[in-house]
């Protein structure tokens, strides 16, 4: 994988060499870095998995035109919203598909590496939430789960016609802070109604909490993750 542009963290919760049950793909919000949720999968337990790899890949550094075309890690550029709040956001197509590439090769790196897919979750945190859904709803691959927490669904317009027909049924986790406002919980609710209509399977979970991450979240998430990963994996 020496052609991604990503430096790339892991860390697994057994001995170095034990065979790996489950890969967990992380992907961070804009600004932070691969470190920045290995606190969070600390206080995940499970155990009950196996031995559970987390890849933190850290996004390359770019300018970003909504902080005035300030370099920090993003995935993608995000754009000041419209000053007419009936015009439609304006989003980095290129880069969304160039980072969804990324990802991608992320989940083909795990099953190389001896993963099923139908072991393998995604989950990313604001623009992480974003490159989740962009990603894993059109991956080739059955996934065992998408989470996305803070975040929102990009090219939601595209979805439909990109969709992967083996992720149509894949469990997806969506949880947002009521107070959050950066991403406001508006936009959060627009990409539940959207999946949901769509017929995936969403569990819609809200926190008083804004733009982090809550305990009674990660709780939440932990019981989640146990029962995607400990579902029979698909074909």
């Given amino acids: 994988m020496n052609d991604l542009p990503l430096n790339i963290l892991e860390g697994q919760t057994g001995p170095e060499g034990a065979p790996v049950a489950a890969s967990i793909i992380v992907l961070h919000g804009l600004g932070a870095d691969g470190n920045d949720f290995v606190p969070i999968a600390r206080e995940l337990d499970l155990s009950a998995i196996g031995v559970v790899r987390y890849v933190f890949p850290s996004a390359p550094v770019r300018p970003v035109s909504l902080n005035n075309g300030y370099p920090m890690p993003a995935w993608y550029d995000i754009f000041p919203p419209p ?7 304006r989003e980095d197509e290129p880069g969304l598909r160039e980072a969804a590439g990324w990802v991608q090769q992320l989940i083909d790196r795990e099953v190389e590496r001896g993963v099923p ?48 027909a083996a992720n149509r049924d894949t469990s997806v986790f969506l949880a947002h802070g009521t107070e959050d406002d950066i991403v406001v919980p508006e ?49």
């Fill in 83 to 89: 000053t007419d709040a009936s015009l439609p956001r």
């Fill in 187 to 235: 936009r959060g609710e627009a990409t539940r109604d959207a999946l949901t209509a769509l017929g995936y399977p969403v569990q819609w979970h809200t926190y008083a909490m804004g733009h982090t991450v809550y305990p009674e979240e990660v709780a939440d998430l932990n019981r989640w993750l146990l029962a995607v990963l400990s579902a029979p994996a698909a074909a």
């Fill in 117 to 164: 897919p139908g072991r393998i979750v995604l989950m990313g945190f604001s623009q992480g939430c974003a490159m989740t859904l962009m990603t894993g709803l059109r991956a080739p691959q059955r996934l065992a789960g998408l989470a996305g927490l803070s975040g929102y669904l990009p090219l939601a317009g595209s979805l439909a016609a990109e969709a992967s």
